[in-house]
């Protein structure tokens, strides 16, 4: 059985730090490319940052660029989202998704299997 659990998130102050854990289970996980979404509610599955399976070739939106970094640990079967200078408008839930395929993709629909995510708040 194929599971995404996501860890680390909670309430910080604008400008403060937080790191998300994707702990994988299931899957050949060195071989599948993980993205970083996140959601408010009423609003559309937004992409945040994706890393792919084969040579942790690295995408981020413009929003998070400078600030944000994706990495794996393909040891630990964990990827990580570090998020420095946070805003209030990067208060969400984000989840982590994973594809059957190497190569990463923005599309939130070409991600099989997803997380149950993790609340991110950002106090003014």
């Known amino acids: 059985e194929v599971q995404l659990v996501e860890s680390g998130g909670g309430l910080v102050q604008a400008g403060g730090s937080l790191r998300l854990s994707c702990a994988a289970s299931?899957?050949?996980?060195?071989?599948?490319?993980i993205g970083w979404f996140r959601q408010v509610p009423g609003k559309a599955r937004e992409r945040v940052a994706c890393?792919?399976?084969?040579?942790?070739?690295?995408w981020y939106t413009d929003s998070v660029k400078g600030r944000f970094t994706i990495s794996r640990d393909n040891a630990k079967n964990t990827v990580y989202l570090q998020m420095n200078s946070l805003k209030p408008e990067d208060t969400a839930v984000y989840y982590c998704?994973?594809?059957?395929?190497?190569?990463?993709?923005?599309?939130?629909?070409?991600?099989?299997?997803w997380g149950q995510g993790t609340q991110v708040t950002v106090s003014s």
């Open positions: 998704a994973a594809r059957s395929k190497s190569g990463f993709t923005t599309v939130p629909a070409q991600y099989a299997y």
């Open positions: 890393i792919s399976g084969s040579d942790a070739t690295t």
């Open positions: 299931g899957f050949t996980f060195d071989a599948n490319a």
